[in-house]
Structure formats: C-alpha cells, structure tokens
C-alpha cells in the first residue's frame, strides 16, 4: 500500500462504542486501517501525522438539524458562516432545512440550492426535500437528488412555507411507504395553536409568558399523536423534529411498539434549558415549541438515557440581532429560534457527562445514531475502515466557559454565553483534512461537499477491524 496520506493516533479514539488505543490510517479522504497501537513505526511514510495523545478522538460529529440561508428572514448564516459554526464545534457532516427563499418544495429548486450550498461550504452537508405544496408531486424528484426525508411544518409561521394538512401528511407517507426516505415533522397542531396565541394576543399578553402560555405541551402532544396516527394508517415514516415533552416521546415509544417507523430527535436547548430560564433570558431562548418546566427537562434526559431518542441536534436558527430584537417586547411573534451549531454537541456531551453518562454513551447520540438516521452511514459517524476520515478531537477536565464571542460571523450570541463546560473542540477532520486546527477555523468556503442520502438501505462497509 503506498505511503498514507495522514496518520492519526491517541491513546482515546473512539471505535465500536469504546475509547481505545489506535492509529488510523487515511488515504485519500478515507480510513484505510485501524491498528491498535500508538507504536510509530505504524504510521511511518505518512504524508501528516496527528497525535492526540490524551485528548478524545470522536467520529465528526452529525447535525440533522441546522437552518442556514434565509434572505426572506435575514437568517444572518449563509452555508459560509453557518458551517464555518458547525467546524468549529466538531461537526463535519450537517443537514440543512428547506426554508429558503424561495423553499426548497420542487425538485429544480433542490437542485439550485445544493449548487448554491456548495461554493460556500465548510463540512459536508446533505439537504432535506420538503413536503407542502407544491412539493407532493416532487417528492420523487427530490428523492433521486439525494433528499431521503422531506420537511412538513404544522403550525403557520413566518416564512413562505404553507403548514401541511392532514391530506398532505397522508399523501408523503403514503410515498414514503412506497419509495423509501421518512417524513420530518415540526409538530404543534396548527389550529389549537392559532386560538391560543389569539387568546392572548386579545387579552394584551404578548410576552414570554403568553409564549408558554400559548404554545402549551398539549399543542406538542396532539400533532404528535395525529401524525404517528397517519403514519400507522398509510404504513409510512415519520421522524419527529425537537420533541420537547416526555409525552409525545412516549407516543413515539408506543407506537414503535405497535410497528410504526418513526423516530425523533431532542435538541440541546431543550435538554439544557428550561422555561425559568426562559424567563431570564428572553429573546436569546425564544423558540418554537418553548421551553418547557425543569421537570419535562428531566423527564427528557430519562427518555435519551432509555434510548427512545434517537439523536441530539441543533436545531440552529441564526437570525441576525436586529430580527432578534423585537421579540425583546414582543415574544408571542417570535422570531422563534436559536442559534447553536457550534456549541450545541460540546454542551450536550458536558452535560451529560455531569450526569454520569459515558463519554461514548453520549457521543453516539451526535455520531452514529444521527448517521443511522439519515443513511449518512457507513460514510459519517463512525470511525470505521472504509468510512470518511472525519474526527472531531476534544480536549477533556478543561475549562472551557462558553463564550459567544468564539462564533464565526458578524451576529455573535448565545442564550449559553458564559456557561461552563468541561470540554473543549481542538480539531476537526474532515475526509482527511483538518477545517479547525488547535481550535482556529483552516477550512474555507466550498471545502464541504454536497452528500446525497440514499432512502433505502446504506451500501455495506468493512466494519470496525482493529488489526
Ligand atoms: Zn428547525
């Protein structure tokens, strides 16, 4: 074999669930062997060496969930600044929300976006198709392009993304039972949810209270349940976007039981933060659904220890400070958001640690299990010959407070600024490269790639292999 490209070794790399000893061998962009030892002469030839001594190698981490590139709503990220964000905490492989303008809903405008997304891009990135008008005649058109899930939104909202009706759900399920791929849905039922935000608006509450007021759990709960109902009845797939409460978990739970496919996702403000700091905090943690009483927090970290949620994202919705601005008086209009791609997965792992959980219990939850979920595997989330050499490095025992300040790009906040973590993002690799190095951003614009989701099974790949 000639000489490798790069060499990585540590005496903490993260392969088949454990933090092991290892030296990984990578020619062009890809893991060509594992051998389990640190001994140099392993790694000889090789054109860069990487030695993480005591510090953690991860698989780069996986973001399901980021929006980026809005004009319509001045989301102050484009695919530059907001996968820029995503490098800099660990994460070589984000999906991107079909909220453009105009949305993604046919399958030429997939096409434009993924060609738009790549000149700008970080890390890699995959996009997910839309369900909403006029979508459902393109769902297969989306699918051939490398969407293996489309986007419905229930409730009304600020961008030019008309809510799903029943009739529409049923139809993309029904498509996904034929062909492949799941529906993502962001569950609040749509009209429970118009009479109570027109409830307080005609008694003057407008503020963060009237939010928690307004978008209740029982709003969650009820799209929940209706829409794993359509799922049971047409045979289709459906993933459930940012659950926020143990109840539509448990529906999701209960109808696993019953057959259903469907899976869901938490994200790390919701696991994090509670409606007391809400509260506090304000416009910085305004998001849709809110969040919720330190009970429903913990009730939430239950259910991800129980291994009913299958991922941990971000959810990033980087508006700029001044669309953020009026919901400082005027919380009930949103804009309804919050930005963390670059420190959603280190906050979730301290967190977690701090409860006693593993480092690689935790890990799975932004590694394999989001790459399972999406057919981003065998290429992303693990650390295995034949899969992408993507590697998030992390420093362990550091103090390392967050610091909003650390963001790429001009709208620098965090309703997290200033909280403590334990773990610190050294490097990340991406197929070989490194796009942060010693914690400065080296990856530019149009180093990502473009990385089709294919709906059906993943192709096979040589597993784990320690030699
Ligand atoms: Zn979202």
Redesign the pocket.
Known sequence: MTAPDLAVRGERILIDGELVQATILVHAGRISAIEANCDPTTSAGAARMIDAGRDVVSPGFVDL?V?FDNPAINLADDFHVGTANSALGGCTFVIE?PFSTPPTTTAERYAAKRERAATGAVVDFGLWGALTEPSLRELDGQRALGAAGFKAFLPDNNMDFPPATDDELREGLANTAREGGFVLVHAEDRDRLRAAIGHERAAGRIDCAAVLAARAPEIEIEAVRRVLELAEETGGAVHL??LSVPESVDLVTASRERGVKASCEATTHHLLLDSDDFLRLGWSALCAPPLRPRSDVEALWRRLRDGVIDAVVS?H?PYSLSDKAPAATNALDGPFGIQSAREFALLFLDEALRRGWTLPEALALVTSRPADLCAAAPRKGRIAVGADADFAVLRTGAEHPVNAEEQFGPDRWSPYDGRPSTLQLISTIMRGKPVVLDGRLVGSAGSGQFIPLSAGAPAAVTDGGIR
């Open positions: 969930h929006h929300h976007v940012h959810d919705c």
